[in-house]
């Protein structure tokens, strides 16, 4: 069974400060796709970006990034320039035929 | 439509009640998904259809809880004799290709279940 761990419930970074939230994940699937989902205070959920398993290059959406270690089956994701808008929980999420979230990581940016 | 759309946005019953929610996706998009969420926690799976089909419902968490999309479009999460304990978000999503999670998901507003 896939599984899915955010060890950081809550984070805080400074406005225009770098942030780095960590996921990892277990699976018996070769081939699978991993997320980081945005839930900002609306609770709509927004896909931030995506990484294919079989892709060895990291995923970059703007001020997004990831650091996709396959061997460690870790998946971290980087915001860069935080800004107030960044304020969310965030979802790592597993997928092959399925998603699975995890518990989330509440992210604070301070002004 | 638009965007997923989901009713009841609220729904406050009795426990031992039955309650229907429904989920009317993206026009023409091929997989749905149920999750529930708890406040503060992360979406769980619940069931998901391609078309009309059930994939796969392991999620359920028991046999009061059962879920159809018969025309492969709408779809309705049906929970019996409910309890206090199935109090939560129930978030519906889609996908435009089978299977889904290849792809992004896209999520209803959810409706909150209360049981008394």
């Known amino acids: 069974a896939q599984t899915v761990t955010q060890s950081q419930p809550e984070m805080s970074v400074q406005e225009a400060e770098t942030v780095t939230l960590s996921c990892t994940y277990d699976t018996s699937e070769s081939n699978y796709y991993l997320f980081w989902y945005k839930q900002p205070p609306s609770r709509q959920m927004i896909l931030v970006i995506r990484?294919?398993?079989?892709?060895?290059q990291n995923a970059t959406e703007n001020r997004f990034s990831v650091n996709f270690q396959k061997a460690a089956k870790s998946f971290s994701l980087k915001i860069s320039d935080s800004q107030l808008g960044d304020t969310a929980m965030y979802f790592c999420?597993?997928?092959?035929?399925?998603?699975?979230f995890g518990s989330g990581t509440r992210l604070l940016v301070r002004p | 439509g638009a965007g997923v759309s989901q009713s009841p946005r609220y729904k406050v019953t009795k426990r031992g009640q039955d309650v229907a929610l429904r989920c009317d996706p993206i026009s023409g998009h091929v997989s749905l998904y149920w999750y529930r969420q708890a406040l503060g926690q992360g979406p769980e799976f619940l069931t998901y259809?391609?078309?009309?089909?059930?994939?796969?419902k392991s999620g359920l968490p028991n046999d009061r809880f059962s879920a159809e999309r018969p025309e492969g479009s709408i779809s309705t999460l049906t929970i019996q004799r409910t309890e206090q304990r199935d109090s939560a978000m129930y978030r519906c999503?889609?996908?435009?290709?089978?299977?889904?999670?290849?792809?992004?998901?896209?999520f209803g507003e959810g409706s909150r279940l209360t049981v008394l």
């Open positions: 999420v597993h997928g092959s035929y399925k998603l699975i």
């Open positions: 259809f391609n078309y009309e089909a059930q994939q796969d």
């Open positions: 990484q294919e398993a079989y892709k060895q």
């Open positions: 999503a889609s996908s435009l290709e089978a299977g889904g999670a290849t792809g992004e998901l896209f």
